[in-house]
């Protein structure tokens, strides 16, 4: 099991490896290491969040997500999004940010640092929403329950999680942003830049997760519907609609997925040049990491994790909250991808222990109470 699921990683951990002894030595075969790691590190919280949607999909799509989506998050999020930035940012065409890429790295650095702060808003109200929208929501199962109760009853309020977003944008804009640190030791007010990214973010969340939500009711409504009327559907021909709409469905899940992917990515990226600004030696490195992601969430989809332990998805989206503050905090602060990594391997660790002894709790219980079946029946004969 465990091979088929990370056959491919492993598969693309050592090509990557090699591909880096032979662009830059062994040095190169150490920077990737180091990125690859700091891939996975940062992105685990991603993996969860992954695979509570993914086990929704069939396995075709789950499928279309280990393939085509990480050509996506391989080439699209970790290749050609710095480039990207740089060419955006610079008002540059995409020959000349590549080449300025691969042949004046200091320059390239420089370029995508000063977007920096668009970057950390988009992204960071992008997860902020996710976490609001997580945590707003009345759920059978809580696991910090003198929290999420009195924010499950504030969640009833309509838009507030849109609101709380906004007021978080507006006082980052005002407090950070207007002090964003560029090179040369200058500041630059960036408040502008940063309420139009953020907003961007905003609409890009709005968007994409309401489509994906509206089709997702969709295809459950279709679902009822076949199930209670099945006979009539056959000869109506309606199932081949079903199938459309179960596409639509998926289709947008998946988008949903690349795009939440393409918002966890944003402080691999951002981080990455802390330890290169080669920007081959970054795609090998976060790609190999990438792939550990995708692999582990289909992984966890598969094991049936997430419904053994009950508390890892509640952990992982606390880790996006902590993660799209620490992002906002990032347009004027630098903080160091040693604590962004471990506030979220913290947050799922404790989450988990807390599912293990839930679940020991339950075992217990159960027992306990077929001990005392078992004496009554002893008892009556």
Same mark, same amino acid.
């Given at each position: 099991?465990?091979?088929?699921?990370?056959?491919?990683?492993?598969?693309?951990?050592?090509?990557? =490896? /090699?591909? !880096?002894?032979?662009?830059?030595?062994?040095?190169?075969?150490?920077? /990737? !290491?180091?990125?690859?790691? =700091?891939?996975?590190? =940062?992105?685990?919280?991603?993996? /969860?969040?992954?695979?509570?949607?993914l086990k929704k999909m069939s396995a075709f799509w789950q499928k279309i997500f280990l393939t085509i989506g990480i050509l996506i998050a391989v080439f699209g999020m970790r290749l050609v999004f710095p480039v990207v930035i740089v060419a955006v940012s610079a008002q540059l065409g995409p020959i000349e940010a590549v080449d300025l890429a691969l042949t004046d790295k200091d320059r390239y650095q420089e370029l995508v640092t000063d977007a920096h702060p668009s970057i950390a808003a988009f992204g960071g109200m992008f997860l902020l929403m996710i976490f609001l929208d997580f945590i707003f929501e009345d759920r059978d199962i809580k696991w910090l329950g003198w929290l999420e109760r009195p924010l499950a009853k504030l969640g009833k309020v309509d838009m507030l999680s849109v609101c709380i977003a906004l007021i978080v944008l507006l006082i980052s804009a005002m407090t950070f !942003?207007?002090?964003?640190?560029?090179?040369?030791?200058?500041?630059?007010?960036? !408040?502008?830049?940063? =309420?139009?990214?953020?907003?961007? @973010?905003?609409?890009?969340?709005?968007? /994409?997760? @309401?489509?994906?939500?509206y089709f997702e009711d969709k295809l459950e409504e279709e679902e009822e519907r076949e199930h209670e009327q099945e006979e009539e559907a056959v000869r109506a021909g309606k199932p081949r609609s079903a199938v459309v709409v179960a596409g639509k469905a998926a289709f947008f899940m998946f988008l949903y997925l690349e795009v939440l992917d393409a918002s966890f990515s944003f402080d691999g990226v951002i981080g990455a040049f802390a330890i290169t600004n080669d920007i081959v030696l970054m795609a090998l490195g976060l790609g190999i990491g990438a792939m550990y992601v995708r692999s582990l969430t289909v992984y966890l989809v598969r094991e049936g994790t997430l419904d053994d332990y009950v508390y890892l998805e509640h952990g992982a989206h606390y880790a996006i909250g902590a993660l799209a503050m620490i992002l906002l905090v990032t347009i004027r602060y630098e903080i160091n991808e040693f604590i962004t990594g471990s506030v979220g391997v913290i947050l799922i660790a404790w989450s988990f222990w807390s599912s293990v002894r839930r679940n020991r709790a339950l075992a217990a219980a159960e027992g306990k109470a077929g001990s005392g079946d078992k004496t009554e029946v002893s008892s009556g004969v």
């Open positions: 099991m465990v091979l088929k699921t990370f056959g491919w990683s492993f598969a693309v951990t050592a090509l990557g =490896l /090699v591909a !880096a002894v032979l662009y830059g030595g062994w040095a190169a075969f150490g920077l /990737v !290491a180091i990125l690859s790691v =700091l891939e996975i590190s =940062l992105s685990f919280d991603n993996a /969860v969040v992954n695979a509570g949607i !942003a207007t002090h964003a640190h560029q090179h040369g030791g200058t500041h630059v007010d960036k !408040a502008e830049t940063v =309420l139009l990214s953020g907003i961007a @973010g905003l609409i890009t969340y709005l968007i /994409v997760g @309401g489509l994906s939500g």
